[in-house]
């Protein structure tokens, strides 16, 4: 198949030149974190009980805090390094570390301190951050509701202003109003950013009966005292304790209620809205929708940590199952007693190599994010402004790479627990918790399945100004109403060198491994699947069909809006890893990693080679060729494997996996120095 | 699509009858044991620490040996039930109450129990059967070792017999031949079937140096005590434990050495091969490889009983995520304040219901496979003969039934947490665990690859009576040697009704709801990949290839092999459905069943949808229709969901789960009646 050269020596130069560009912008910092040999004691055995592992990881953040690694996305105004980005790569080291210290500590500095500093005023911020930081003031992120995960907008918890005292009285009327799954609650948090319908009487009307001067102003976060200095619980706030988890149980989860707590009205985090002395309530964004939108894209740097924590402990996996394939040998070979190592069965290879392919893909993906991040976040805390359209393109692109990574960090951890058979269900080993400790990642910051709705949303709507709130169905009326005659700017999200866009769909005679085709593939399928999604949603613009029969239009198509969304990424994703490839001037790294690119993208061609066929994007003896030479390149990639997961740049002290640091190397030594000695 | 009439009312009658049918030949003995509300309370908080959590463990364990849960499957000479059959589905019934609990009543009764039992001679069943049936004798299956998993028959536990003293002298050579994962063996076994190679000096031959006279008689199984009745260990037995798993954590698995351990002669398990006073060996089995895998396979029942467990823990996680999927609302729909049921939206019904119908298919082809274990391990145990082609069906089944169900188990498991969402992760809601402890059976008892081989071999060799052993190398030597001519009677392992077997593959202007269709165009890929698999290993014939060409030719090949033996696998549970299905005489029932093995069907049909195109096996037009008829199949199977886990049968009592049990239910009430009084 390939008409191309073998791949060059590659060295030691080579695996530091992947690093470096795998690393990206943040390299230096990267490089830093990574001298800090003590984070390898920053780790709890698995066994440890439930209070205990609580005890144990809120020392180790508190070791984080006294080394100023919390300072990094903080204004420098309050003692920050105002580098946002390097606060999303920082948190991302800590998946080396323990889950439950990195989710600990982006509990307190991502999402407390977040909230205040992306929703509060520079009072609030120049009052709160500090403690955040040093942590002298631990805190919770109460936004999901037992009742109202995915759709936060319609929270049930409460915040009343009361003109006659000037005091905010929240309320939780329910029990599925509970603010549930929260960080920090069961055990150390001493405040909550807690999120609230707003209402407060309108002084400007007259009249009416007390509940018509009730007015609602939609979604706003209220910051509410939940213990004292003496660790005790205030009055009329209530904590209940989530229990052991899957995993995360250093994490010390629970749940919050409030009955009439009262905080002073300037606890309301108001940059988009606030509520006067008299009741008055005001705010630089018209309608409620888009201020509740606004709001929650000022707070999108959560979703991309955690898919950077998902490609870091991606990498980690397949790191120590890489090592264990080159040193675990089963089976001899026909006459002879050398046993093979398993990771020479192609069996094996498949089970790893096309994930560590894809590791390597969503990882420029997520430097992207990150990079995309930064910039806008940078511009807008300089008081610069930023365009909405690509704010918008920030918050589908943060949505979809965050279900993509998490996804794959769940499959890709699975197989490589499997690949390591019994030594990978043992706890010394990493896998079991990894996995456990990382599942989660697909439902929270946002459920993995309605994230992709979300972007396909953004591909129909073009990111409208209006482009709507998270209502699944809501999809179906925007839709309706707006944005079916076109299908705006989907290229404005693929800035890909023209080179490898001519027009028109991947042509047959062409090598499998043209990135060109390749990549028009991919095009090709988005495009398709997008205006076949469009057809399908239209008859839904009709107003006069029932709100049964809107539904029925939308479920019957959820599954093509789903392709639709995922058909986007994957292109989305593949461009990035030829971008990234370009920032490396090594040849021998460029020459491997362009190998890679192939595996990663032939292997998902190969993946959904059903649609493509059916399509008639390829021929059946094209589709054959993909599967060959994905064997082929497992082949071809096998002896670079170790290279390839030594560019993660795991420092060896933090591996910890007995399996992935010797311990298998030496039996077999030792096993075959014995059976030497018989003959 | 469908021209088949809508699915009757389902009734309480059409779920008994759904339950009586998937519960099989032993569904006397499933209500039996469903009838034991006190399951409820055998589980230990997955909070609980290894060693509480072992405990704990024991002291349920004494609780089913007391009321003798162990007596089903031994022998009534030695106070059993010698109900086979029964043995596996009792134990399967355990997966709803603590899978730890399971595993170690496996360990003691399936595993050491079952080698006493398989392999012991008359003498040796009668003296330490009931010790182990009343847990007096606490034992260890000591098989696998560090450096040997997939391997056994390279073991490298050695057993000499030493003729003058009349003792076997048991001794660990290297580290990686330490016996690992040893469930008994860390805290409570006396004793332990460890599997040696067997040495013993043989008298006929003469004046040679001593080593020439030692010969190897391949692997056995000898008794070995551990820890005396103080519970110390004994001397020359060096135990160590493997300490905190990714699950399982009340199962007390360890490393076993044992350096220069001396046991009585009859302390072999020699029912295949004994050793008189001289050293004489003896067998009634000529070739060692034949013995080998005529005693691998006497221990068939301890791999039916994994599988049978994943198929429990399958439902089980289905039942509560279908429940919860029943009573979560989220996201209001068009002009209402009504939230939407989950399980209505498609997305999710294509998360859950395709996972369901699977657990139905394999319930049945689990079924059949009890009852082949059943029939042919009674008819030995009777002194009866069975057939040697049979016995590898048996074996092949077994295999690849165990591959498919626990890979399943790990799947839907997964898909079950994700679909609760945060609820999911805690473990109050049972499915973390249940995921954490169930994903070592996709590499336990075989490895599931490995196993799939075994399979693919099956369908090659025809089950020729020197049908090799595990080593995937064999096969290509065998392959070569033996029988690529011709790939021999497969149809022996299908007997579905010829009204289905058609000539020739599925017309493609079939009603894609035609069964016979449907099994048809599985027939038709399962013939196409073997042939295609032996002409690819038909090179390595030539005997002039090196080792290293051959192994290539092999690789090559093996996610071919791998794909074979699938393909057939499929077609084995399709058939196991369809005549499930046969057995139900309530219209009602088999009308709704009729519909979810066309679910299954048409799911797996639209998985390997690429295949079949690529193959010209349908048309792209066919393969559209597919995927629409699996839409509608769940939108037409969802009202019935909540009736098809119900016929698992699993005791409210038992489920624990707070969201499948009322939780959710309570809080949308409250949650609904609140915001009613607020309008």
């Not at 889950?99 to 991502?110: D, E, I």
């Not at 009055?235 to 209940?240: A, D, L, Y």
């Not at 069965?345 to 392919?357: E, I, N, V, W």
Request: charged share 25%.
């Amino acid at each position: 198949m390939s008409t191309r050269t073998s791949i060059d020596d590659v060295t030691p130069a080579t695996v530091a030149a992947l690093q470096k560009t795998l690393d990206g912008r943040w390299h230096t910092l990267r490089d830093e974190i990574r001298g800090r040999e003590d984070f390898a004691e920053l780790r709890v055995d698995p066994g440890t009980d439930v209070e205990s592992y609580r005890a144990a990881i809120w020392d180790m953040l508190r070791r984080l805090a006294d080394d100023g690694h919390a300072v990094h996305g903080f204004p420098a105004a309050v003692g920050g390094r105002g580098d946002i980005g390097g606060s999303v790569v920082s948190f991302e080291m800590l998946a080396f570390a323990d889950l439950s210290l990195q989710v600990k500590s982006g509990v307190q500095w991502g999402l407390f301190g977040g909230a205040i500093q992306a929703l509060g005023n520079a009072e609030q911020q120049a009052r709160y951050l500090p403690g955040v930081m040093d942590l002298s003031l631990p805190g919770c992120f109460a936004m999901t509701e037992t009742g109202h995960g995915s759709d936060v907008q319609s929270v049930h918890t409460t915040a009343t202003y009361d003109a006659s005292t000037g005091e905010l009285v929240v309320n939780t009327p329910t029990e599925s109003a509970k603010k549930d799954y929260i960080g920090n609650a069961a055990r150390d948090g001493r405040m909550a950013a807690v999120f609230v319908q707003l209402y407060s009487r309108d002084a400007k009307r007259s009249g009416a009966g007390p509940s018509e001067q009730l007015e609602r102003h939609g979604v706003h976060a209220v910051l509410v005292p939940l213990r004292g200095d003496d660790g005790a619980v205030l009055p009329g706030v209530e904590i209940t304790d989530d229990g052991h988890k899957e995993g995360l149980n250093g994490v010390d989860n629970g749940r919050l209620a409030f009955h009439g707590v009262r905080v002073p009205r300037e606890n309301l985090l108001d940059r988009y809205g606030t509520v006067a002395e008299d009741g008055t309530y005001s705010s630089s964004i018209e309608s409620e929708n888009r201020r509740f939108f606004t709001m929650l894209g000022a707070l999108v740097r959560g979703r991309v940590s955690v898919s950077g924590s998902a490609v870091g402990a991606a990498s980690l996996a397949q790191t120590i199952a890489v090592r264990y394939g080159e040193a675990r040998r089963q089976f001899a070979a026909p006459g002879s007693d050398e046993e093979i190592t398993v990771l020479d069965y192609l069996a094996h290879q498949r089970k790893l190599l096309p994930g560590l392919a894809r590791t390597y893909a969503l990882r420029f993906a997520q430097n992207e994010l990150v990079e995309m991040l930064h910039d806008i976040q940078t511009t807008r805390e300089a008081g610069g402004d930023v365009d909405e359209k690509r704010q918008r393109e920030l918050e589908s692109r943060a949505a979809g790479t965050k279900a993509l990574t998490t996804w794959h960090a769940t499959a890709t951890i699975q197989a490589c627990r499997e690949a390591c058979g019994g030594q990978g269900y043992l706890s010394e080993n990493r896998l079991g918790q990894l996995r456990a400790d990382t599942d989660v990642f697909t439902t929270f910051e946002g459920d993995n399945t309605v994230l992709l709705q979300l972007v396909a949303k953004g591909l129909i709507s073009g990111y409208a100004d209006d482009f709507g709130n998270l209502d699944t169905l809501g999809t179906v009326r925007f839709v309706a109403d707006q944005v079916l005659d076109t299908v705006a700017e989907r290229t404005s999200l693929r800035q890909l060198t023209e080179r490898l866009r001519a027009v028109g769909p991947g042509r047959d005679e062409d090598d499998v491994l043209e990135r060109s085709w390749q990549v028009k593939l991919l095009d090709d399928r988005e495009e398709h699947t997008l205006d076949g999604l469009v057809r399908r949603l239209r008859p839904a613009r009709d107003k006069s069909l029932s709100a049964e029969r809107q539904f029925a239009i939308f479920n019957n198509a959820q599954d093509h809006l789903l392709r639709a969304a995922r058909a986007h990424l994957d292109g989305l994703v593949l461009d990035a890893f030829v971008r990234g490839i370009d920032t490396c001037v090594d040849p021998s790294a460029r020459a491997l990693m362009e190998r890679v690119c192939d595996l990663y993208a032939l292997s998902l061609i190969e993946q959904d080679k059903g649609w493509f066929l059916e399509h008639g994007r390829i021929s059946a003896a094209r589709a054959k060729a993909v599967t060959a030479e994905v064997n082929r390149l497992c082949q071809e990639l096998r002896p670079h494997a170790r290279a390839l997961v030594d560019a993660f740049g795991i420092p060896e002290a933090w591996i910890g996996a007995p399996i992935a640091t010797g311990a298998e190397t030496r039996r077999q030594d030792e096993a075959r120095a014995h059976a030497a000695a018989l003959h």
